[in-house]
């Protein structure tokens, strides 16, 4: 069965069985991310290294909970949904409604709904709900601005899908048939005097346990993908959990034994607690299927030191490469890492290539026109 034929998608998740799941980082680390290895086994679905997986959460029973306790709503009331299907409020706001993400539209539609105009008033500042939302979840606002008058049907009218969340890849299908690896950094913080959490990430780590199954489908991505020609070398840049779809890459340049190089540059906090897959890496670079992978430690050092450093110590080698036409990678955090690493390119092409600023940054650009500069950001 081809992917074509699988029944499998978007709108018909597959029920996969989590396999395993492990947290890749040491003792003392400041984080934490799990290694999820996933089953495809009878789903007819296959993917590409440089893809991404939906995963399709459950909201974490506490924050059902506090929305409940704030809002004073029945969790055993019964609601209707639009297919017509039926299920209690607490049901409802398990799987299917967005507790966790604050957005205009859905406060103002509340705000509507609940007669509050002092709310709608401040709704039709955009800057007043980015502050405002900020750290916020669906308990916060229904405990600052009550609105005793709406029912659990009301909410259903109008609080947002819960969605899936889409996880770069980690493996390659080649190395590990039937099975699909995430990476995910798991999210936890304080704030307005509560735990919050990420839902997805959290769902995998605390919720979805070995044996049981969750809804996934495959997001194809054309642009992340590898060389056709598997003799040019990869120069791949994935910090934290930025790393996923690079042991993908890996994983399949091996298993189709391309002769091309490998570059790869991690950088985390620490080296003894956050070298994620050290010792995949450690036993690619014996085997010789990697060239040479360069690290980046922030906090190991007095001053912080990241992946973009490394790059530029290493100008001269990253211009060898790409100038006998080498694919450049770079995957993680799209706010900073990926802006100064962007930058790094350039300046690089400009020294090394002996451009001028104009002629380096078209150089880039037409890198990623050509499909040669691959950025999985987010």
């Not at 974490?60 to 299920?87: H, I, N, R, Y």
């Not at 390659?172 to 990420?198: D, F, M, Q, W």
Request: overall charge negative; aromatic content about 12%.
């Amino acid at each position: 069965m081809s992917q074509s034929e699988s029944p499998y998608d978007k709108s018909n998740p597959f029920p996969a069985t989590l396999l395993k799941k492990y947290d890749l980082n040491g003792e003392g680390s400041a984080k934490e991310t799990f290694h999820a290895e996933i089953s495809l086994e009878g789903s007819g679905l296959s993917y590409e290294a440089g893809d991404a997986l939906a995963v399709v959460p459950l909201n974490a029973p506490d924050l059902v909970a506090a929305f409940l306790e704030s809002s004073g709503l029945d969790g055993s009331a019964t609601v209707s949904l639009g297919d017509e299907s039926s299920m209690t409020f607490k049901e409802a706001l398990e799987a299917k409604f967005d507790l966790r993400v604050v957005t205009k539209v859905v406060l103002t539609k509340y705000a509507k709904a609940a007669g509050l105009e002092e709310l709608l008033e401040k709704c039709a500042d955009r800057e007043w709900v980015a502050d405002y939302a900020w750290g916020r979840d669906w308990a916060d606002v229904v405990a600052d601005y009550p609105a005793p008058g709406l029912s659990p049907q009301d909410f259903v009218g109008f609080l947002r899908p819960l969605a899936a969340r889409l996880y770069s890849i980690a493996s390659s299908i080649l190395a590990h048939p039937n099975e699909v690896h995430l990476t995910v950094g798991t999210v936890r913080y304080e704030a307005h005097g509560r735990a919050k959490k990420g839902v997805c990430s959290t769902f995998i780590s605390d919720m979805w346990d070995e044996g049981a199954t969750a809804g996934v489908y495959f997001h194809h991505n054309k642009n992340f993908k590898l060389p056709e020609d598997g003799s040019l070398p990869i120069i791949m840049v994935g910090p934290g959990t930025g790393i996923a779809p690079f042991r993908a890459f890996v994983e399949e340049r091996v298993a189709n034994g391309a002769t091309g190089k490998n570059w790869l540059f991690f950088g985390d906090q620490h080296e003894a607690t956050d070298y994620l897959y050290k010792s995949e890496w450690d036993a690619y670079l014996e085997a010789g299927h990697l060239e040479r992978v360069d690290v980046a430690f922030s906090r190991d050092q007095a001053e912080k030191i990241y992946v973009q450093d490394r790059m530029r110590e290493n100008a001269a080698e990253i211009w060898k490469w790409i100038d006998a036409g080498g694919y450049f990678y770079v995957c993680g955090d799209a706010s900073r890492m990926a802006k100064d690493v962007h930058q790094a390119l350039i300046d690089i092409a400009a020294e090394h290539g002996d451009m001028s600023p104009e002629d380096a940054t078209a150089y880039i650009k037409q890198m990623q026109k050509e499909k040669r500069y691959g950025r999985d950001v987010y």
